[in-house]
């Protein structure tokens, strides 16, 4: 066995871990972009009905401004009406009179349908207002829980690192730029093993003559196929572990013995 090479082993399955948590931190969980997506959606809708009710308000002013012009004039209009002498001016003044009345009367119908508009507008601003303090709540707790998730993450990140550091010093320093350059270019997989004649970092047979050799163990090798590093597994990686499932079998005996007993 290759110290260096099971060296190499530890630091790849360190960088595996630390490729994961850095896409774990990335992947931001499907409760968090809906309620990000439902807020934007709200705050939307609100900053458009913000904008038409400025506009109907304004109209609405307007209206009011005009129509007390317009109620002045009739007052000044009327007050010319005592002083007038000649019927036929008299009558002029009297349909100016009855003009101004009219048109003042379209124009406070019209501010009371603004009004009304206006009402609505406002409940359901104050609806979606509602709406927005609900998502809102929702967004900053989903956002909670995921910036706790990252924290914990970021830690363990930062664990690994330090520990990466120390084997890292500990290698070759041409094997490990080998191994660096090879893990950029390789999808995060610099070094492989090889079992049963197929290399696992490609999934591709590799020649039997080097098969043979690689079990030798006496110096670096490399995939002909995807130019990895790659090691005999059954040098370097032990028997894999008792399964998980096997352990609770166990366990489940072992209770069911205990509770007959
Ligand atoms: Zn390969």
């Given at each position: ?14 960088d595996l871990e630390i490729l994961k948590i850095e896409k774990a931190m990335n992947d931001i969980p499907q409760s968090l972009q809906k309620a990000q997506k ?224």
């Amino acid at each position: 066995m290759q110290e260096e090479i099971l060296k190499l082993i530890e630091l790849q399955r360190i960088d595996l871990e630390i490729l994961k948590i850095e896409k774990a931190m990335n992947d931001i969980p499907q409760s968090l972009q809906k309620a990000q997506k439902d807020k934007d959606q709200i705050q939307k809708k609100l900053e458009e009905l913000s904008s038409l009710l400025e506009e109907k308000k304004k109209q609405k002013d307007l209206f009011e401004e005009e129509l007390k012009q317009e109620y002045q004039r009739l007052k000044s209009t009327q007050a010319r009406l005592i002083q007038i002498r000649g019927t036929r001016e008299y009558q002029l003044l009297l349909r100016e009179i009855e003009e101004i009345k009219k048109a003042n009367k379209q124009k406070e119908d019209e501010i009371l349908k603004l009004m009304e508009e206006i009402e609505n507008l406002e409940q359901e601003k104050t609806k979606l207002l509602e709406e927005l303090n609900k998502i809102e709540a929702i967004f900053n707790e989903e956002k909670q829980k995921f910036e706790a998730f990252c924290a914990e993450l970021s830690n363990n990140k930062a664990e690994l690192l330090k520990k990466r550091e120390n084997i890292a010093q500990e290698i070759p320093s041409n094997l490990l730029k080998k191994y660096e350059i090879l893990k950029q270019k390789k999808g995060g997989v610099g070094i492989a093993p090889v079992d049963n004649y197929v290399c696992e970092g490609c999934h591709m047979a590799i020649p039997p003559q080097l098969y043979n050799e690689i079990q030798k163990d006496n110096r670096y090798y490399e995939c002909p196929h995807c130019k990895r590093l790659i090691f005999y597994k059954k040098i370097y990686i032990s028997e894999e572990e008792p399964k998980e499932e096997a352990i609770s079998e166990e366990k489940a005996i072992s209770e069911e013995k205990a509770s007959a007993a």
